[in-house]
């Protein structure tokens, strides 16, 4: 298993890094991806913390825990500076958070996310075709959410992947250890969304090829 989504108590998640890496150790994940929420008051706090804590992490666990940050609700225009930012300071996977129907985010948010070269998009929303359109163009993955309302949406994010040829990762955006996926969890989060038993396999792959391309 591979979870590229997910927040300690540096945001707004309720585990330490390390009791994060653990739980997940322990139920078979071979690489996470801890993704605070950051916006220009914390990113310079936040992401070497995560990193230092990777390093220390990957020395002796069988999980591969890789640093991240979630760009969180940042007007549009401000996101390429903060996704370069973020690398310059240790993130490994970069995620943009979508425009999302149960939050406020700001309308454009999908559009300069991709066009910046966010790693992941998060739950996109009621992304419009054109941009799923610039997603596949770009190598953009759009991400299958499993948390409750960012989910409402998946069906719609996984048509329009299908039909523009946009790859599509699962995760689980996780704030506590209730929220951490099983296997079987996971596969049925995809034939919700539409997309077949087989789906999730193909999503999983998706993952490693992303964590591939970023080590």
């Known amino acids: 298993m591979i ?3 997910m927040h300690s108590l540096f945001s707004d998640g309720e585990l330490l890094p390390a009791e994060i890496a653990r739980r997940l150790e322990a139920m078979g994940y ?3 991806a801890i993704t605070d929420h950051v916006d220009s008051s914390n990113l310079d706090f936040v992401v070497p913390r995560l990193a230092a804590a990777a390093g220390d992490l990957n020395k002796s666990q069988a ?3 890789l640093p991240g940050a979630e760009i969180t609700h940042v007007p549009p225009k401000q996101i390429g500076s903060m996704i370069a930012k973020a690398r310059e300071l240790g993130a490994r996977i970069v995620i943009v958070h979508g425009e999302t129907i149960v939050e406020p985010v700001a309308e454009g948010t999908n559009r300069e996310a991709i066009l910046s070269g966010a790693d992941i998009l998060a739950h996109p929303g009621l992304i419009s075709l054109e941009d799923c359109r610039l997603a596949a163009e770009r190598g953009v993955y759009l991400e299958i959410s ?6 409402l949406t998946n069906g719609h994010i996984a048509g329009l992947a299908r039909d523009c040829g946009a790859k599509l990762v ?9 929220d951490f996926m099983t296997r079987r969890f996971a596969g049925m989060i ?11 396999e193909e999503m999983l792959g998706n993952s490693r090829e992303l964590v591939d391309k970023v080590l």
């Open 170 to 178: 699962l995760n689980s955006d996780a704030h506590s250890p209730n």
């Open 190 to 200: 995809a034939q919700g969304a539409g997309l077949g038993e087989h789906a999730f």
């Open 146 to 151: 499993a948390r409750r309302g960012h989910s």
């Open 30 to 32: 071979s690489c996470i």
């Open 63 to 65: 999980v591969k825990v």
């Open 3 to 5: 979870d590229l989504h």
